[in-house]
């Protein structure tokens, strides 16, 4: 089992924050608020929860996601996490500038902290770092440009000016770096599916195939990293953030050795912001 608790671990603490890298493209933007919560469960029984809190303004967007487990899964390995990241809004474009997350379990603390600078990696530290593995693939300069971080990455924007519930929203390849791993995520299209969350939203997505292709700061043998790699059946649900056209992760289901792992809304409330007038200049940190 210890070889595959990596995967149940990072269901509820991390899966809010499932790499899912933002495409800002087009003019405008307009503003929005997110409060959601989501419940992950494994084969069916309920392993922790998390909180979802995003808010996008004229010039600037914040988020802010924590989890931990529960359940049965808090028998085997308890822990909580929390993680955050804040961006500028340029010409329609949303532009993360830093990212941090906090990471407990009963054995240790890990913080992770990000400072990017138009989708390049200026800074990164890992706290305490990671043991040297001679077999681990080295994350380069080349690595850690044209990227972006985990939380941002999760605000899908479409472009234009009609609908954003399209298959097109999907069909896409996402550079991510989280402050260990750079890896691409393929996006396609599925199919459209209809959700209802206990609270908030209720309607259509758009349902998303995702491949994980790991390409540095992972060891190729590691058996979580193989069987990620191969995996043909995981999806993510893409819901609307009113008042936007940003699309945010309703549902995630990833097949696991031990069943079906699924992160999903119980509660999805969001609202378009009243418009505010805009800062001379726009701070970055």
């Known amino acids: 089992m210890s070889r595959y608790r990596t995967l149940t671990r990072a269901l509820p603490i991390a899966a809010v924050a499932f790499a899912l890298p933002l495409l800002a493209a087009g003019p405008g933007l307009a503003q929005g608020k997110l409060d959601a919560r989501y419940a992950a469960s494994l084969a069916g029984l309920p392993i922790g929860n998390g909180a979802w809190v995003i ?12 989890g931990m487990t529960s359940g049965l899964l808090r028998l085997f390995s308890s822990g909580h996490g929390s993680a955050a990241s804040r961006g500028s809004i340029r010409s329609g474009n949303l532009i993360p500038s830093s990212f941090g997350s906090s990471l407990t379990t009963e054995k240790k603390t890990e913080e992770l902290r990000l400072v990017l600078n138009a989708g390049n990696v200026k800074e990164y530290a890992i706290d ?28 899908i924007r479409v472009a234009g000016n009609g609908d954003y519930l399209v298959p097109e929203a999907c069909n896409r390849t996402l550079p991510i770096f989280d402050g260990r791993l750079r890896f691409d995520l393929k996006l396609e299209f599925k199919r459209m599916d209809q959700v209802k969350a206990e609270k908030g939203y209720q309607g259509p997505v758009v349902v998303c195939s995702v491949y994980f292709s790991p390409l540095a700061g992972h060891i190729p043998d590691r058996a979580v990293v193989k069987y990620l790699a191969a995996q043909r059946d995981m999806e993510v649900w893409l819901a609307p953030l009113s008042g936007t056209r940003v699309l945010v992760p309703f549902r995630i289901s990833i097949p696991t050795p031990f069943g079906l792992g699924v992160l999903q809304a119980t509660q999805f409330v969001s609202a378009q912001s009243a418009p505010r007038a805009a800062a001379t200049s726009a701070k970055v940190q």
């Open 128 to 155: 305490p770092a990671p043991p040297p593995a001679p077999e681990r693939v080295p994350v380069t300069e080349a690595h850690r440009r044209g990227v972006v971080d985990p939380m941002s990455a999760a605000l």
């Open 55 to 66: 808010d996008i303004s004229q010039d600037q967007f914040t988020a802010a996601a924590s």
